[in-house]
């Protein structure tokens, strides 16, 4: 990962090869001492959606919701490259602006999506519209993976 300045700190631009590694870390932290069958499925993401809801009801500290939201946009990447075919990409300039992210996950199709930006959404505006699992039941460009 590249470092970028930002208020002091540096911080780590993320890139498609740490995508996997970062969804992992996420359930390993957020797991511990709570049993939540976040198991990369396709059903995980009513979970997804669950802790969204929490987090917007004011269940997680101010501080920690960016990191968290990161965390679950991450997971949802995820879901979509092991039950979907989609692969993480590094995103170009104009892509970048487009989105609003480094990263973003290719379809089968050839079509980009952003699991980060959907899950800001679903914080920002909630309801059941913006339901992550309706997400990827509705999205066009899904390949069925062999398990």
Same mark, same amino acid.
Request: a neutral charge; glycine letters at 16%; charged letters at 30%.
């Given at each position: 990962?590249?470092?970028?300045?930002?208020?002091?700190?540096?911080?780590?631009?993320?890139?498609?090869?740490?995508?996997?590694?970062?969804?992992?870390? @996420?359930?390993?932290?957020?797991?511990v001492g709570r049993r939540?069958?976040?198991d990369f499925s396709v059903?995980?993401?009513?979970?997804?959606? @669950?802790?969204?809801?929490?987090?917007?009801?004011?269940?997680?500290?101010?501080?920690?919701?960016?990191?968290?939201?990161?965390?679950?946009?991450?997971?949802?990447?995820?879901?979509?490259?092991?039950?979907?075919?989609?692969?993480?990409?590094?995103?170009d300039e104009g892509e970048?602006?487009? @989105?609003?992210?480094?990263?973003?996950?290719?379809?089968?199709?050839?079509?980009?999506?952003?699991?980060?930006?959907?899950?800001?959404?679903? @914080?920002?505006?909630?309801?059941?519209?913006?339901?992550?699992?309706?997400?990827?039941?509705?999205?066009?460009?899904?390949?069925?993976?062999?398990?």
């Amino acid at each position: 990962m590249g470092a970028v300045a930002g208020d002091g700190h540096q911080k780590r631009i993320p890139r498609s090869e740490d995508m996997r590694h970062i969804a992992q870390g @996420f359930v390993e932290r957020v797991t511990v001492g709570r049993r939540l069958p976040l198991d990369f499925s396709v059903k995980s993401l009513r979970v997804v959606d @669950f802790l969204v809801d929490e987090m917007r009801g004011g269940a997680v500290e101010e501080g920690l919701i960016a990191r968290n939201l990161f965390g679950l946009g991450a997971y949802v990447g995820e879901v979509l490259v092991r039950n979907a075919g989609a692969e993480w990409v590094d995103l170009d300039e104009g892509e970048r602006g487009y @989105f609003r992210q480094w990263v973003g996950v290719r379809m089968g199709d050839g079509m980009l999506r952003s699991p980060l930006g959907k899950v800001g959404n679903r @914080f920002e505006g909630g309801g059941e519209e913006e339901s992550l699992e309706r997400y990827y039941l509705t999205l066009p460009g899904r390949v069925r993976v062999a398990a």
